[in-house]
């Protein structure tokens, strides 16, 4: 029987955190499960910092970004001692079962923990990335983009009245939904992600010819190339570069970086982590045992953490070919 | 085959309409067909109110509320001249398709259209109450949720700097979906919308208790009670009244009203509507004719017209126990 | 010498107050004098409930609305016994002065006790009404008129959409301030505030002249009328569906109501709370008594708080004029 | 007597000109003067690219960012040439004056056009930058303050969640305004701009001694420095680089580029905005020649032209003062 169960945010923080931990405290109490709060992520385990959570200390938290149980990436967790060192924790503080809170790479870190610990592990996708297998949405990406297109509606204004051409740089390193999502909502010319094949130098004129069609044709007073990070040799700097001269138009790089991480979370990301924080764990009472709790097709389900990075998670191939052979021309 | 479509907004406007409206026209260029878009609904059939939409004229529109081609009520289609006269006007105009983007009352109106024209017809779901069947989502549906949590948050705010009782009214006459969702999201104490059951002077002391409750063992300093216009004998503010005097603590009500149709629509309803605009054209293409571009489970489907208000569309059941049993307590 | 200063936020919560508090705390610690924050405005004088106030409780809080200290309206302070009371207990706590953040009316109860308190008060100008003599703002006041605008913009969408008329109802019961500037800021066609003299239900036709004047010369599609509240006989749903009857074409009426209180200070709210809370601090060190510390030409200022409320602040003649003359034609 | 007046919007757009060109074809409508808009800056003068201004041109722009003008930079009034053809342009059009939006560049160009035109010249301050004499603040300036800050906000949530430290780099080459203003309004722990002298690489220990001390001191889970930029050789990457390196704590670089130019205007800017485009033409009515309309002390008023560059504007000495004595310790 489930009496207490720990909770820690690891690895990039993500708008919707705080409504995750929030969910898990007040459905712990309903349950009448003690709910402990590591701090810093997997370090919290290591360095035995950690405080009980009642449901006044997650009042009015469910709308702000960042993470009130902090989060950090572990290095230690990466050795054997370090992940033995974990469960045994877990043991000591008479553990039940832990919620993890975080992307592919913190699941990993639980399964290691898993082969020392008896008690159940769940997992719950919080990363603005949204790269994680088993569930529709992370918990984090509809705020991501909701920044980025605050962004690109910006950029949108200024290139506009100057008639020039923007290059605006989005987080995704191997994972393109951020910058695609965004910049078919951004409305933008252009979409550069790890999806559509890697750039080289070489293929500036297939970037090209589109601009200079659509200034002809179309009369475009604007024109914007949104850009996964690490998508061109020497980075969106050197592709703005190189742009203006193949171009003989200025071209300006905007790299947005991690204002994509913050925020206020959208009603999106906190009725996800709510429904998920709250079925992680009534999943936990009723058994559930190293699986992740998502969603799909609006309805709660569990996957295998082992299975979160399998497979590479698809984009929507209806609004890739859309962007490519229309939106692009 | 088709060569020219009309396309027009009707009824309540939704965040989002000329983001699809912009997806028919650039779709339609790129399929080498006219769109003609007619102002004001339906009325601009039977004035004989409409222009060519080229790409030009759809630049710079994804990010911006309203409908560049207005919206309206029609009250003459309701009328067999009205709809004769309007599918005149479709043929006179020599149209082969029609895309109404709008609610499930404009779907009738086409439909009624439908009975006297000869080319296709097939509609797109826009309006922020998300009651239409057929479709997971409607066009508008998560901007009106965002900006119904930004007033909510504020007067979180106030609530909590002052510890008082706020009851915030949101639109939805027939439908909870948004008063459901923002009062989830918002963190809402008691939520109050048609799905629960109506709502009756004598019932006063089911809402009562929780909120004594609250404040006695959880030491909240603010409480909000989100609640579907309509709900109550004398509307929202005949509710905070009557609270007011059972519990001698101040309540005030927040009519949120209009606010929630406009504003910049969020990245969740630009790409549905950049989906189901471009979805509805190459339908159309492909021979579709009364029927509805939905989309299910991240699929874009057909959904056929006449079905679309057919069963009341139900609200996640797991969201509604959790926020019952767990959250309101 | 200044040891130790209380201070505490009264009457109505304005965005801001927290960057108040913030630089009271910081302003004192760099003066090593203790700062006691009251809760709950002038209550918690009068039932002992504060706390040490450290710059690490200060941490984060200059971007939130409300107050961390809480307010209230506190009736007690309105008997001698009261007044009294709270003097005693700022003695009994060793204080040797008190900053009260609030408006006119707070500054009222702070004179009330300082007739029987031996230490000094000093008073910050905080409420969304901007109706403070001695300051040219009031902390608080350019949030509200950006939280107003942001409903205006929205209401202009679908005003647009629909061609409709709104009339959006804004606070100040006695000043038409935030009426006035959100009005000008968000176009409205027409302005109804205190200052432009009482409505009554004879003077419709001078506003019905202009709307007709507008759609007919101008082709206006939307038309709006800001509405300071308490501006016409049954508020301003009766004074819409006045005009609606009058005209014959729908106006609605949209109550923004507490939503101007909340959300997070703009910027220049942030830089007035902190160089009025840092003066403050400064001026009590140098003796300052019975002031209030304002800002007039950019410049921090003090000014007795017995004349705080003495005459009525004018609103820019230059722009009342320019919007009943020309943007109201 | 003023019959024709032509108006442009030169040099980096700001959010609010288009409700000083509103302001300025309103009040000329007023006025019975014909409003000429000349696109693309200056440039519209050497190419005859202009159109004629009337009411419904400005509906519904007061509240969007950029400029319906376009802007540009225009090299070819550098030249004697270039400035005798603007005005040959300007004779030849029958223009008895021209409006200049834009910052103190755009004002030499205008001089220089003066020298050839025998009609009248009046400027509006319209720049982020604020760096303009003879206003207290420039349109568009407050907007790009709360873009800023906004930026800011998000980062703190992410960098609290990490406890990181992050380098936010604001625009402003040669003033510190936004940076000085958004560093104390985001409660920025250090601020870095020109005022306060270039930082070079010997500085560093400068920097490192507070971020030390405050971890030490007051466990602050975050530290931001904003940087306004070309404050340190090789730019805000390399000075996180050293940093990173003097301090064995990761830093980050954070540079917010040209989303400071867009978005939507605040109030404050529309205000200000729409009060100088309507004392622009009341006082090219009045006479005013080679002049620029300002904002002085809340009052409207001429400054001469020729002088807006003539002093270094200076920052709020008591701000400058409290952020490096009281703030960043």
Not at 285 to 302: C, H, T
Request: proline share 3%.
């Amino acid at each position: 029987m489930i009496k207490r169960v720990g909770v820690l945010t690891s690895g990039g923080d993500a708008p919707g955190m705080n409504a995750a931990i929030r969910a898990i405290v007040l459905t712990g109490a309903a349950y009448n499960i003690d709910i402990i709060g590591f701090r810093h992520g997997f370090n919290g385990l290591l360095d035995d910092d950690y405080q009980t959570l009642l449901p006044q200390h997650v009042q009015n938290i469910i709308q702000h970004g960042g993470t009130i149980l902090k989060s950090a990436r572990c290095k230690a967790l990466h050795t054997p001692e370090g992940a033995k060192q974990a469960a045994e924790a877990l043991q000591r503080l008479q553990l039940d079962a832990l919620v993890v809170i975080g992307g592919d790479g913190s699941f990993r870190g639980a399964l290691a923990i898993a082969e020392h610990y008896h008690g159940q592990i769940i997992g719950v996708p919080g990363t603005i990335d949204n790269d994680v297998d088993g569930t529709d949405y992370t918990i984090g990406f509809a705020t991501a983009i909701d920044t980025a297109l605050d962004a690109i509606d910006k950029i949108r204004d200024t290139a506009d009245a100057f008639e020039r051409i923007f290059l605006v740089e989005l987080m995704g390193r191997h994972s393109g939904y951020i910058t695609l999502s965004a910049g078919i909502a951004g409305g933008a010319e252009q979409i550069i992600c790890p999806e559509f094949g890697a750039l080289q130098p070489e293929d500036l004129k297939t970037l090209i010819a589109p601009v200079q069609r659509a200034q002809l044709l179309r009369g475009k007073s604007s024109y914007i190339i949104v850009v996964a990070e690490n998508s061109y040799p020497g980075g969106t700097t050197a592709l703005a570069e190189a742009l203006s001269t193949a171009l003989g138009i200025e071209c300006r790089a905007c790299i947005l970086g991690h204002i994509q991480r913050g925020g206020s979370p959208v009603g999106a990301d906190r009725i996800l982590a709510t429904k998920l924080g709250a079925y992680a764990i009534e999943q936990l009472v009723l058994g559930a045992n190293l699986m992740m709790a998502g969603e799909i097709n609006q309805q709660a389900v569990l996957y295998p953490m082992a299975q979160t990075g399998a497979k590479k998670k698809q984009i929507d191939p209806y609004l890739v070919r859309w962007q490519q052979t229309i939106a692009s021309d």
